[in-house]
């Protein structure tokens, strides 16, 4: 058998010295550099269902290694959160990849280790010792039992950024709660000024909490890479659901500081301190306006055929049309309703007045607008043939982030990493098989 998988973690990062890397010394071409800024970084990434993922799946559209470690048989939760499904076009069972899953996980690699055995976690920590960033997903000290923890690997590989995305953080009493995105939504506020005026609290359409702890994990997880050129020591960064929808309720949380009272509650698509701001009804959908200040105000009224509206001492400043919202939208309700929507556009086009219709997805992903930008891409996954995907969606002047590689099937790269990465020969990979430590 090969020696490199038993080694003891006392002596782990001898025989493995050659396979660091780290953000200062990576072996990059200044080419690949250019295209691709995160260029030559490696990152494990044992996260699943949305948070972890999009963290990664964002530092993979960027450049970087991303090693996905998934269970060898369920693979991460969201492969079976479906329908709908991609089907597989190659002849293997089960419903396809689910649209979910495939959601998060481009230009990432595949591997699948059973935790199970030390054989298997041994693997997981010669892996990391090659690598710039660890992302894990587990409730707080879980994964100390296996030696994944920061403090041991940081023991192996001191340049290790070790990123831990919980729903609760590493401390406080709520740290050993599991935590979904919707739950999260509840606890930290946002659901409870998400709704209609006199509804009842609902989640917001997409997973927000979990799509923004993604943002703010790999924005952290870049400050640590820099922070390691100057200092030379990674870190672990401690990111929770919680905490960033707390501060992504930005000046919904100030308004309550500065109050010192509850908040005003749920306002559909109005805003509690701007009037005109929502969607109207139309003859056949909704159209939102914004009449963020005076002079948008004023650019709303004459398209209305109402130019004497914003004279009106009622309405004459914001400050009274948010006093007088409830005449002053019911007034406006009362013609948008005689247009369609498509009318209205035609009408406030070019005024400079921010206004659009309220599209639904399908709508949106076949958007002219969207497909200028480039942001659908049809990508040839090897199981599941030609689908679509959503792209990154920053453009630089002269890099080059994008879909390089569809998401991933489970394991579809076990025997390569085990290889290329590790140099475990053909008979080992095959025992590992054999006891189920790999797949």
Excluded at 400 to 406: K, L
Aim: proline fraction near 5%; include cysteine; charge should be neutral.
């Amino acid at each position: 058998m090969n020696c490199t998988l038993f080694i003891s973690a006392s002596r782990l990062s001898l025989p493995l010295r050659r396979f660091r890397r780290n953000f200062l010394t990576a072996a990059r071409t200044p080419e690949a550099t250019k295209k691709l800024p995160l260029s030559g970084l490696r990152i494990i990434d044992l996260t699943r269902v949305l948070a972890g993922p999009y963290c990664t799946q964002i530092l993979g559209d960027l450049g970087a290694e991303v090693i996905k470690v998934e269970h060898p048989t369920r693979g991460d939760d969201t492969r079976s959160w479906g329908p709908p499904y991609a089907s597989f076009q190659d002849g293997r069972g089960g419903p396809g990849e689910s649209a979910y899953y495939l959601s998060v996980n481009r230009n990432k690699k595949s591997i699948g280790i059973s935790f199970k055995t030390q054989r298997g976690v041994d693997l997981i920590r010669q892996l990391t010792a090659s690598a710039d960033v660890l992302v894990e997903n587990y409730l707080p000290n879980s994964l100390e039992k296996y030696g994944l923890d920061f403090a041991t690997l940081s023991k192996e590989n001191p340049k290790l950024i070790y990123a831990s995305i919980t729903g609760y953080g590493q401390t406080g009493p709520y740290s050993n709660r599991a935590g979904y995105d919707v739950m999260v939504e509840a606890e930290m506020g946002l659901m409870h000024i998400t709704g209609t005026r006199d509804g009842p609290p609902v989640k917001v359409g997409c997973a927000v909490t979990d799509l923004t702890t993604g943002l703010y994990a790999a924005n952290s997880i870049m400050a640590a890479l820099l922070g390691r050129m100057m200092t030379g020591a990674g870190q672990q960064l401690d990111i929770a659901l919680s905490d960033c929808q707390v501060a992504t309720l930005s000046n919904m949380a100030e308004s309550v500081l500065i109050s010192g009272k509850r908040d005003s509650g749920r306002w559909g698509t109005a805003h509690p301190s701007v009037v005109p701001y929502r969607a109207f009804k139309t003859s056949n959908g909704d159209f939102l306006v914004g009449g963020g200040n005076d002079r948008l105000f004023g650019l709303l009224c004459v398209g209305l055929e109402k130019p004497e509206w914003a004279s009106d001492e009622r309405f004459v400043t914001n400050e009274r049309r948010v006093a007088n919202r409830d005449i002053l939208e019911a007034w406006i309700e009362e013609i948008t309703m005689t247009k369609t929507t498509e009318q209205w556009l035609d009408i406030f086009d070019g005024t400079g007045l921010p206004y659009a219709k309220v599209n639904d997805l399908l709508d949106t992903v076949n958007h002219e607008h969207v497909l200028a930008r480039d942001m659908i891409k049809e990508v040839d996954h090897p199981a599941c043939g030609p689908l679509k995907l959503i792209n990154t969606p920053v453009k630089y002047s002269y890099s080059t982030p994008g879909i390089r590689t569809p998401p991933p099937t489970l394991g579809q790269h076990t025997d390569m990493i085990l290889k290329e990465i590790l140099h475990v020969d053909d008979e080992d990979i095959k025992s590992l098989r054999i006891d189920g430590v790999v797949g």
